[in-house]
């Protein structure tokens, strides 16, 4: 803008000239004339630099969805590394933050439910990460859930990494519950129902004296009546109801607890979820 206003303050100097002083505006004309010129060639070349950096941060993007939706422990940690870079240059961009804060989500989980060497390492530092990713995400958008839902689940991806133990003695407990709430508060149904699941398993597994699992119960009912529970990304809940029905006094709740890993064997193909139902289903 400031360099616009130049060239049209310098555009109306000339006109004057012009028409004061017409003896010596052919030399003033040259000057000016290659002086704008240049102006022009070096705005030309910054805008043609704007859209080579504009289509190679596309075409990480696509990278990144691409190496996403594939969605294996290599590709996981690539898209944690493609968006850590384009923040560099752009760190309050909100998609690129709160996407990166999942990366880190999902690239700790893997690597713990396939206990590779160093998980817990990797939980660690990656949980901590998406933690950083997810509150900035929060801070540029406060009205919408993914800053707050993926700050959670980062929590709980560092507890795993570093012990619920020492995430407790970090007050990371309050943060965890009142960042689930808000993303259940503002939309229940963002990421197929997650706020929902993510409230259930935080009252589920969080120690005593804070352990609460009529109320993880009750938000799992609640999920059920979600058009997602009988789908992929029904799975999880069905175990986590599975696990809470299979300790209640009685029959009727075990015979439950089965039926519904029966069906999370039926609705996934993911052999962590396959194998974790059948394993439970051996222990009924």
Known sequence: ??????????????????????????????????VAEQVQETMDKA??????????VSGLIRDAEAFFARGELEDLK????????????????????????RACRYYGDLAQKRQVDGWKDICAEYGKKGMKYAARARELQPDKPN???????????????????????????NK????????YEIDKDFENGGPIVALGRFWQVVPWPYNDKDRALELYREFQETGYFKTAHGVAAHVYMAEILMDKWGSEPKEEARDLLKEAISLTENPYWENKARQMIGEL
């Open 1 to 34: 803008m400031k360099l616009q206003m130049t060239l049209t303050a310098a555009a109306i100097l000339g006109l004057v000239v012009l028409i004061q002083h017409p003896a010596w505006c052919s030399e003033s004309e040259n000057k000016e004339t290659g």
């Open 47 to 56: 805008e043609d630099a704007a859209e080579v950096a504009k289509q190679k």
């Open 78 to 101: 690539r898209v944690v590394e493609i968006y850590e870079e384009v923040l560099e240059d752009d760190p309050d961009n909100f998609e690129f933050n709160w996407k990166c804060a």
């Open 147 to 173: 800053g707050y839902y993926y700050y959670g689940l980062c929590v709980g991806t560092y507890s795993d990494g570093v012990g619920l133990i020492t995430a407790l003695k970090e007050g990371l407990k």
């Open 176 to 183: 965890t519950q009142e960042n689930l709430k808000k993303a």
